[in-house]
């Protein structure tokens, strides 16, 4: 499997408060990508970086951030959280962007907004 | 926005062969179509990749008809550990060449 590890695995916050969600990867690879997945709407993209420092917004990008300062880490930033934004997110990685390179995923973070 | 569609919820049984359509009438043109599998508490895994035709691995098969605008998922002889979701993605040139994942079919395999 791709080394890629998310962190925290859960987390309860409250609404209102500053959330960070990290998304760690061994495998040097130029793409990473956050995701969240929610019934009856699969997954959809929030964020994705081409390289460091180089970000880009998703379909759902509003009320989230992104950073990248090393090509290992990609940071979601929630800056306050609402509970909409209760949800399952999921780091992705790929070597470029689509044209046949299939993305490889993390197993999540469980994130639950009261 | 259009949407890539897929079917919600599919049943088998042990031993059959099972077929997942997905609709993608947006389809990026340089692009490929991909399919994962989903457990639960896990992340998506790649199972399939393709851009026109016809695709063969080891666990499964992908058709692709010339216009490009859906796709078939084939699974032979499904076991009870092929009990997963399982989704389309791809490019939606409607949505500025974003990647677009299909909602997800839901497949339940029986004893």
């Known amino acids: 499997d791709a080394g890629i590890t998310q962190s925290p695995r859960h987390k309860v916050t409250e609404t209102g408060t500053p959330v960070t969600l990290r998304c760690h990867q061994t495998e040097n690879h130029r793409y990473m990508y956050w995701y969240r997945q929610d019934p009856g709407h699969g997954l959809r993209l929030i964020h994705y970086s081409y390289g460091v420092k180089d970000t880009d917004k998703g379909e759902v990008s509003d009320g989230y951030s992104v950073s990248r300062s090393k090509t290992e880490d990609f940071l979601l930033t929630l800056e306050s959280a609402t509970s909409s934004q209760t949800s399952v997110y999921f780091c992705?990685?790929?070597?470029?962007?689509?044209?046949?390179?299939?993305?490889?995923f993390g197993d999540g973070t469980r994130l639950s907004i009261l | 926005l259009a949407k890539t569609t897929q079917p919600i919820s599919m049943d088998s049984y042990e031993g059959q062969e099972v077929n997942i359509t997905c609709s993608h009438n947006?389809?990026?043109?340089?692009?490929?179509i991909t399919w994962y599998q989903q457990f639960p508490s896990q992340g998506p895994r790649f199972i399939i990749q393709g851009y026109k035709t016809k695709v063969t691995n080891e666990v499964a098969s992908l058709f692709i008809p010339a216009d490009r605008k859906s796709s078939t998922l084939s699974l032979p002889r499904v076991s009870l550990s092929d009990t997963a979701v399982y989704y389309c993605l791809v490019k939606d040139y409607n949505a500025g060449n974003m990647l677009t994942f299909g909602g997800g079919t839901r497949l339940m395999v029986k004893p």
């Open positions: 992705a990685i790929s070597e470029i962007q689509g044209l046949g390179q299939p993305q490889h």
């Open positions: 947006n389809i990026a043109t340089n692009d490929y």
